[in-house]
């Protein structure tokens, strides 16, 4: 069975950093997208980052672009987002996602896995 498992999520001042990981287990990855949304308190959850597993491929929301980046590790199932310069607006639950299809998971918003979810706290 899939599983996503999302850790490092903490508080951070304004202006900090933090990297967030995402584990994934109970399947083979290599042709699957991944990616890091995020949900804020009442409001609706929004796509953060994603990347192609076989390929360097990303994209980014443009509320995030230059401060935070996604990366891989393949060899330890391994998604990582580093979240640089953070804003108190980024406060959110962070949810790690995957797909197999890009465009479900970055156009569409509606993977068909989903980890548990990381608190992500940034005092002003």
């Known amino acids: 069975q899939a599983q996503l498992v999302e850790s490092g999520g903490g508080l951070v001042q304004a202006g900090g950093s933090l990297r967030l990981s995402c584990a994934a287990s109970?399947?083979?990855?290599?042709?699957?997208?991944m990616g890091w949304f995020r949900q804020a308190p009442g409001k609706e959850r929004e796509f953060v980052a994603a990347?192609?597993?076989?390929?360097?491929?990303?994209n980014y929301a443009d509320s995030v672009k230059g401060r935070f980046t996604i990366s891989r590790d393949n060899a330890k199932n391994t998604v990582y987002l580093q979240m640089n310069s953070l804003k108190p607006e980024d406060t959110a639950v962070y949810y790690c996602?995957?797909?197999?299809?890009?465009?479900?998971?970055?156009?569409?918003?509606?993977?068909?896995?989903w980890g548990q979810g990381t608190q992500v706290t940034v005092s002003s």
């Open positions: 990347i192609r597993w076989s390929s360097s491929t990303t």
């Open positions: 109970g399947r083979t990855y290599s042709n699957y997208a």
């Open positions: 996602a995957a797909d197999r299809d890009w465009r479900r998971l970055v156009v569409a918003g509606t993977p068909g896995y």
